[in-house]
Nanobody, 124 residues
Framework: QVQLVESGGGLVQPGGSLRLSCAAS????????MGWFRRAPGKEREFVAA????????YYADSVKGRFTISRDNAKNTVYLQMNSLKPEDTARYYC?????????????????WGQGTQVTVSS
């Protein structure tokens, strides 16, 4: 079993920044890839970013490319999502997920464990 707990969400003005964290416990953190997803009100959950077990490979949705950065610290069992130049359309509940595989996953169906999410609201 893997337990995931997200933190760092909140209210931010357009153009601002937030850093989300996801703390993992339960299994060897470095043995699985991680991802971030989000769900806006009335919409399906969508892929945001993914990172391989080592952190050497990352991938982003086109909508966040160049603004968001995913990273991980295997010594701290934590994955991060640095979000810059935030836009109102980034408003959503953000979820981290763990994939029991070393490689990147792009679909929610490729992930095995999920956190409860943290709310991000971008508004003036």
């Amino acid at each position: 079993q893997v337990q995931l707990v997200e933190s760092g969400g909140g209210l931010v003005q357009p153009g601002g920044s937030l850093r989300l964290s996801c703390a993992a416990s339960g299994r060897t953190f470095s043995s699985y890839a991680m991802g971030w997803f989000r769900r806006a009100p009335g919409k399906e959950r969508e892929f945001v970013a993914a990172i391989s077990w080592s952190g050497g490979n990352t991938y982003y949705a086109d909508s966040v490319k160049g603004r968001f950065t995913i990273s991980r610290d295997n010594a701290k069992n934590t994955v991060y999502l640095q979000m810059n130049s935030l836009k109102p359309e980034d408003t959503a509940r953000y979820y981290c997920a763990a994939r029991l595989d070393y490689g990147l996953g792009f679909s929610e169906y490729e992930y095995d464990y999920w956190g409860q999410g943290t709310q991000v609201t971008v508004s003036s």
